[in-house]
Every structure is written in structure tokens, then in C-alpha cells.
């Protein structure tokens, strides 16, 4: 007997599909259309259709379907394994996980200059070395500074004549030995070279010599008044050094540079999508790799302006560094805390569907026995993840949703469809719907629902 294959392939093959419409919701819209093509028939031929069991909604009158009312009846419900959860309102922070890198604070580097020219004779430290204040750095050479002690020995010299013989004149202007006028020129040349002994000394402190330096300076003689060793002003580590052994400076020179270790900058960098996202004061967790160590600390600091390349905005936060673990550079991972504002709410990702552009949910409203009711809402999108959305509470430019209120997860793409399906039977022309009056006083910027139909999916 001859076997004709083909006819029972194709029932095979429609029964195959039939199965899998059962198992995988989300491809019943587009499987309907290829089982009417396997069976001869149009995709949407009405009562031919051979999955109409679950994509074809019971009759509805056509404003419902253009105020964005869907009735299904028990049957198609449970065919379609339809669920739905409630709305919960915003408790928790929304959680972004943002990329950062640690940097020294730069209004606490210290920069190593020499105040005059001076020739480099020795280079006391490297790289990366630790550094504390009053540490040696450098042992330099300058004609400068030997003029400098000069000028300073020479000022207090004559301070010490000054005083002696204002010491001596004292006594006789008191016996009126002395004439008051010659002891009051006597007084101010005192002071005067007093004065200019005090200026020099100054001047060798700014240059960089200690209390006990300056002193030990009359002691010095010829090349020995030249030379002097630069100490670090600030606890620290030494992070740059281009100094070199030998090499003539001046005053406009950057020899090296000390950055201290109790703390460190974090930048971090969030999206323009969530940049409004950010304020100052906000919690954050910066997380360093290869440890398990995390600190917890605030925003101090959002730019004002997204960064033309990446599309990105910069925030900064200080870190405490007790340990001096922590180096600059570091590529670190930043949690930062969104608190939760009010009148916000939450649902699964999986309740909401895009079409065009635009996000929407099915609600479900109370309906006759035997049947089930639901609204299609447009809402606007606070923050998303890959398992919630964040919902803004009501404006004008969408109703928003109330905690409690029952959204549809399970399902939502086959009623997006089904909705498409009935705009397009039905003949209807694209319709807006304004929002609640009584809500906001007065309509506001209408939501225009399309009759053409259109991809749905999850975003």
C-alpha cells in the first residue's frame, strides 16, 4: 500500500506546534499565523482560526478596545496560564552598580619646588616611597642661599652691636649723663637692625631651613652656606618624580610630588539615563577587587555637564584609607543607594511590554462572573533592572499605578497582542485618550493608541 507522507507530515507538524503553543506563551502570536498557513487558511480568518482558544478575545464593544479594555473569558485565561501579582508600593533603594577608580585628593598634594636656582646634588628618595614631615628629600646647591645665610649673619651682627650700645647708653640717659634725644636715635636704630635681622631669618625659613638650620648658619663658612637639604612638608607618599640628580632648577620647576595615604578620592561615572539620578549625600559602598574589603561613605560632588564621549556623568566621594592599603589608580566597583521617594511603586519586568516606544501594563479591573477584565495603561519608567520596574507616581503624562492594584506578568505579551488583533478587527482608527479629569482638573497631553499593528515585546 502506498503511504502519502505529506498529509501526515503536515498533521504532525500542526500537532507538534499545538503542543509548543501550550508550553511557550510569548510565540502564540506569531505560531497562530504559521498553523493558518500550514492549514490553507489566513492567519486571521475568524472562527478557523486554530488557536483561538487562546488569541482570540471574546466580542467587545469598540470603545472598550479604544479606551484599552480587554475581556477574556475564564477558559482563555487558564489557557493562557494568565497570572498577575499586586502592586507594591517603593521601599527599598534602587540599587545602581557603577564602575569607579580611586585618585589622590589633589587639594592635599604637596608639591616639591625649590624657592631659588639651585643645582640638584642627591636625590634622597624614590618612587613610591613613604614618606613623614620633615623628612629629607633632596640635598641641593645655590649661590643664592649662601647670600641668603650672609645677609642673615650680617643683619644679626649688627643687631648685636645696635643692642650693646643701646645697653650701655641706657643707664646714662637715666642719670641724664646722656641727652633723651641721642638715646631715642640710639632706640630706633635698635629696633631697626632688630627689623633686618628678622627679615633675613624669615627668608631662610621660607626657603625651607629649619629653626635649628638658620641658627648653625654663622657657623658655616664658604661652600658649606650653599648647601642645604629639602624636607617634605607633609605625611605622604612620593607619587611623581622627575627630578634628576645633577640638573639646575629654578623657583617654576616641579621637582616631585607627595600625596598623602589617611584618604582617597573615588570617581565614579553613571549613564545620562540615571545622571538625575544622583545627588549629593547619597550613600554609596565602593568595593575594591581581589579583596573583601568595602567601604561605605557619601557623594560629595556630581559634574554639572555629560561628557560628549562617553555619555556619562562624574560624581566624586572621599574615602577614609586607616590601613594605607588603598592605592591610587585602582579600578573599584561603586553601589550606590537610590533612596525610594514617595507615592512610587514596583512591579516585575516581566508585567511590562514596549510597543513603539512606549511601555505599557495590563491591570485587572473587576468583571461579570465567567469573565475577566483588563486595562492596558501607559506608564513611564523611574528605573529598570532586569527583574523590576520602578514606576513615578501620576503626572500628566501617564495615570502611574497604585499599590495593590493586580498587573499582569505572566501573559502580558499575548494580551498585547490580543489587543492589537482586536484594533485591527474592529476597524479602528487611532483614538487618544486623555487623562482622568477629576484627578488633575483638566485634561492633559492625550495618549495616542495606534491601529496598526505593531511588534510588542519586553524591553
Request: neutral net charge.
Amino acid at each position: 500500500m502506498k503511504i502519502r507522507w505529506k498529509p501526515l507530515l503536515g498533521v504532525a507538524l500542526v500537532a507538534g506546534v499545538s503542543a509548543w503553543l501550550a508550553v511557550d506563551h510569548r510565540a502564540r502570536g506569531r505560531a497562530a499565523e504559521l498553523l493558518g498557513e500550514l492549514a490553507g487558511r489566513p492567519a486571521h480568518a475568524g472562527e478557523d482560526r486554530p488557536d483561538k482558544a487562546w488569541t482570540e478575545a471574546p466580542p467587545s464593544r469598540p470603545e472598550e478596545t479604544a479606551r484599552g479594555i480587554l475581556t477574556l473569558t475564564d477558559e482563555q485565561v487558564k489557557g493562557i496560564d494568565l497570572k498577575t501579582v499586586p502592586v507594591k508600593a517603593q521601599t527599598e533603594p534602587v540599587i545602581l552598580r557603577l564602575p569607579g577608580v580611586t585618585d589622590y585628593d589633589p587639594a592635599t598634594l604637596t608639591i616639591v619646588r625649590p624657592q631659588f636656582d639651585s643645582r640638584v646634588d642627591r636625590v634622597l628618595v624614590d618612587l613610591g616611597t613613604v614618606v613623614k614631615q620633615g623628612d629629607p628629600l633632596l640635598e641641593i646647591f645655590s649661590t643664592e642661599l649662601a647670600e641668603a645665610k650672609s645677609n642673615y649673619e650680617l643683619a644679626r651682627s649688627q643687631w648685636i652691636r645696635d643692642k650693646r650700645v643701646l645697653d650701655y647708653k641706657t643707664p646714662l640717659a637715666q642719670n641724664e649723663t646722656l641727652p633723651r634725644k641721642e638715646l631715642i636715635e640710639i632706640e630706633n636704630d635698635e629696633a631697626k637692625s632688630r627689623l633686618q635681622m628678622k627679615l633675613a631669618k624669615d627668608k631662610l625659613l621660607v626657603y625651607g631651613l629649619t629653626e635649628k638650620e638658620v641658627e648653625d648658619a654663622q657657623k658655616e663658612d664658604g661652600v658649606q652656606k650653599a648647601r642645604m637639604t629639602m624636607r617634605s612638608r607633609a605625611d605622604g607618599i612620593v607619587v611623581k618624580r622627575s627630578v634628576v640628580q645633577g640638573n639646575y632648577y629654578d623657583s617654576k620647576d616641579e621637582l616631585m610630588q607627595v600625596a598623602p595615604l589617611d584618604h582617597l578620592w573615588v570617581r565614579g561615572s553613571v549613564s545620562e539615563l540615571d545622571a538625575d539620578k544622583v545627588e549629593i549625600g547619597q550613600k554609596i559602598r565602593v568595593i575594591f577587587p581581589y579583596s573583601d574589603k568595602f567601604i561605605e561613605d557619601h557623594v560629595e560632588y556630581i559634574d554639572k555637564a555629560i561628557d560628549p564621549e562617553t555619555r556619562s556623568a562624574r560624581f566624586r566621594a572621599s574615602i577614609t584609607n586607616p590601613e594605607k592599603r588603598f592605592k591610587a589608580g585602582m579600578f573599584v566597583k561603586v553601589r550606590l543607594e537610590i533612596p525610594p521617594k514617595p507615592d512610587q511603586t514596583v512591579i516585575p519586568r516581566g508585567s511590562m511590554v514596549s510597543v513603539d516606544r512606549l511601555d505599557f501594563v495590563f491591570i485587572r479591573k473587576e468583571a461579570p462572573p465567567g469573565k475577566a477584565r483588563f486595562e492596558r495603561r501607559h506608564i513611564l519608567v523611574a528605573s529598570e533592572s532586569s527583574d523590576w520596574v520602578v514606576v513615578p507616581p501620576p503626572s500628566r503624562d501617564h495615570l502611574g499605578l497604585k499599590p495593590g492594584e493586580e498587573v499582569v506578568t505572566n501573559g502580558s505579551l499575548i494580551l498585547e497582542q490580543l489587543y492589537e488583533d482586536r484594533l485591527t478587527t474592529e476597524g479602528e482608527t487611532p483614538r487618544e485618550r486623555p487623562i482622568d479629569d477629576e484627578t488633575f482638573g483638566k485634561p492633559e497631553k492625550p495618549v495616542v493608541i495606534s491601529a496598526q499593528p505593531s511588534v510588542a515585546r519586553s524591553r
